[in-house]
């Protein structure tokens, strides 16, 4: 089946630095890529939606300068934390589709990311 | 905006027994219903979905029913076992692509 691999699983950095989180599509085109942020006991809350070529849509309420997604190629997506704060801990997921209108969500392992 | 609303946010039930999850959504052109299982540090696994022209689908012990009329849809699970205690999110596609997710029903299957 469809594998998205997502990595770190987990990084711990400190307040003030940036953070790079990976997902590749492993056997599949990704022609659109989802980030969601989830807190503790909480829902995912998607953040940005990223085609491939092209800049990512975000939603409302998401700062586009702080979390830069980066979206090059059909196999890889990129979030980058910029100036990291503790309030930007959190879970984050990101989710592959192969897009044209097709059914199939693949979601990464996700990324603990503890700021300190 | 897109809205899906998840009851309830905590559901205890005894092994064996059915435990049912309901999701309302706003948007009456969405068009896919999944429903996923999330364990504590996991990502979400996809365990049932639907498709808009479907009213009704079941896999083993899972089972989704659909209601466009109402924009509602239900996630039932029968014969209840305590690897089913998880948390699950019902969410539905708004446009093209994008999921909106629910709130979350913690589970807890009762030995």
């Known amino acids: 089946g469809a594998v998205v691999s997502q990595h770190p699983s987990w990084v711990i950095c400190k307040s003030g630095t940036s953070v790079k989180i990976e997902c590749r599509s492993l056997?599949?085109?990704?022609?659109?890529m989802f980030w969601y942020r989830q807190f503790p006991k909480q829902s995912l809350m998607l953040m940005a939606t990223s085609n491939e070529g092209s800049k990512a849509t975000y939603e409302q309420g998401v700062e586009k300068d702080k979390f830069l997604i980066n979206h090059a190629s059909l196999t890889l997506s990129t979030l980058t934390v910029t100036s990291a704060h503790p309030e930007d801990s959190s879970f984050y997921i990101c989710s592959a589709t192969p897009g044209q209108g097709g059914y199939g969500y693949t979601f990464g392992s996700g990324t603990r990311l503890t700021v300190v | 905006g897109e809205n899906v609303e998840q009851h309830p946010s905590t559901l205890s039930v005894q092994e064996g027994d059915s435990a049912v999850i309901k999701c309302t959504y706003s948007d009456s052109a969405s068009n896919y219903f999944p429903w996923y299982k999330q364990e504590l540090g996991k990502r979400p696994q996809l365990i049932i979905d639907i498709r808009s022209n479907v009213g009704e689908k079941k896999d083993q012990r899972i089972a989704v029913t659909l209601n466009k009329t109402a924009k509602h849809f239900s996630l039932h699970i029968t014969e209840t076992q305590p690897e089913d205690s998880a948390v699950y999110f019902c969410?539905?596609?708004?446009?093209?692509?994008?999921?909106?997710f629910g709130t979350g029903t913690r589970l807890t299957i009762i030995p």
């Open positions: 969410a539905a596609r708004f446009g093209n692509e994008k999921l909106t």
């Open positions: 056997d599949f085109q990704a022609t659109t």
